[in-house]
């Protein structure tokens, strides 16, 4: 089988990075917490002031290189590639010419050099092939009908979303969720 999973927020911890941050340069504004958190966009959640903080945050070189990793991601990965394809299938941030290089350096930085070559950096994730694509973003939308099943993981910003498969923000039910994969 192939496994596509997709890095920001699934592997790496964008949320939580960007909000260490923002209390740390801005410890007088207000701030939601990540576990309050119902958008997908961070500026969609925050006042029109807040954009230009959040933007200067996300697209600083260094930024997506810094991110730490998501609870139990990366020994899931691992452990579903002893036995499948999986590759990490990721969009770059428009706007942010950092960030698909930098995502590139984060998966050497944690999962090795040789994930470097099973990583895809696509703004459409429906032109790739695979069986399952784990997303925290609730709708994938390209060009193709997708040939993978689109499994979510889940994120405070898309709790409020059913009628498809999910996966715990710690992946820990995994397995559980996807047994056809152990």
């Known amino acids: 089988m192939i496994i596509l999973v997709d890095q920001g927020q699934v592997l790496a911890d964008i949320e939580g990075q960007f909000l260490k941050i923002l209390r740390e340069r801005y410890p007088n504004l207000s701030y939601v917490p990540v576990e309050e958190r119902n958008t997908f966009k961070l500026e969609d959640q925050y006042p029109p002031a807040y954009t230009p903080l959040i933007e200067s945050i996300i697209k600083e070189p260094g930024f997506f290189f810094s991110l730490p990793p998501v609870t139990g991601g990366l020994e899931a990965v691992a452990e579903m590639a002893r036995k499948h394809d999986v590759f990490i299938c ?47 973003m609730t709708k994938i939308k390209g060009l193709e009908n997708p040939s993978w099943e689109h499994v ?22 995994w397995k559980d969720v996807l047994p056809e994969l152990t």
């Open 90 to 136: 990721t969009a770059p941030m428009i706007g942010c010419p950092n960030s698909a290089g930098e995502k590139y350096c984060w998966v050497e930085k944690y999962l090795g050099w040789r994930w470097t070559r099973k990583t895809i950096s696509t703004f459409d994730k429906t032109l790739i092939y695979g069986n399952y694509l784990i997303d925290d």
């Open 152 to 173: 979510i993981f889940s994120s405070p910003s898309n709790s409020a979303f059913t009628g498809k498969r999910r996966i715990s923000k710690d992946w820990s039910d």
